[in-house]
C-alpha cells in the first residue's frame, strides 16, 4: 500500500517561498505519475502541478505558472513543489497524490497524502 507524507508547509509572507516535500514509502516511486492539488477552505479540492513517472512531462495551473515548480527525485521517493512568488491567494491545505498518468481531477488518483498548510499573509 503505497503512503503519502507532505511536509514543508508553513506561515510565509506574500512573495516568499516554500519547498513542499511529499515522502513516498510502501513501494517504489517509478511505477506512478504524480500531482499536487490545494484546497481552500470552503471549497473544492483543484489541480496545481502534475508530473509524469519519468519527470519528463510536467503540467501546471495557470494560476501558478512561472511561480511553482514540481519535480522529483525516484532514488528518494520523495516529490517537490517549489513555491516562489507566494500570494494570500495561494492560501490552503496542500496535498501529494500518486496516479497511473497526470490527471487534473482529483478522483483519478488512488493515493493521497493528509496534507500540509500554506498560509501567506503579512
Known amino acids: 500500500q503505497l503512503q503519502l507524507v507532505e511536509s514543508g508547509g508553513g506561515l510565509v509572507q506574500p512573495g516568499g517561498s516554500l519547498r513542499l516535500t511529499c515522502s513516498v514509502s510502501?513501494?517504489?516511486?517509478?511505477?506512478?505519475?504524480m500531482g499536487w492539488f490545494l484546497q481552500a477552505p470552503g471549497k473544492e479540492r483543484v489541480f496545481v502541478a502534475g508530473?509524469?513517472?519519468?519527470?519528463?512531462?510536467?503540467f501546471y495551473a495557470d494560476a501558478v505558472k512561472g511561480r511553482f515548480t514540481i519535480s522529483r527525485d525516484n532514488a528518494k521517493n520523495a516529490v517537490y513543489l517549489q513555491m516562489n512568488s507566494l500570494k494570500p491567494e495561494d492560501t490552503a491545505v496542500y496535498y501529494c497524490?500518486?496516479?497511473?498518468?497526470?490527471?487534473?481531477?482529483?478522483?483519478?488518483?488512488?493515493?493521497w497524502g493528509q496534507g500540509t498548510q500554506v498560509t501567506v499573509s503579512s
Open positions: 508530473i509524469d513517472w519519468s519527470g519528463g512531462d510536467r
Open positions: 510502501g513501494s517504489s516511486l517509478d511505477y506512478y505519475a
Open positions: 497524490a500518486a496516479g497511473s498518468g497526470v490527471y487534473v481531477r482529483d478522483m483519478d488518483y488512488p493515493y
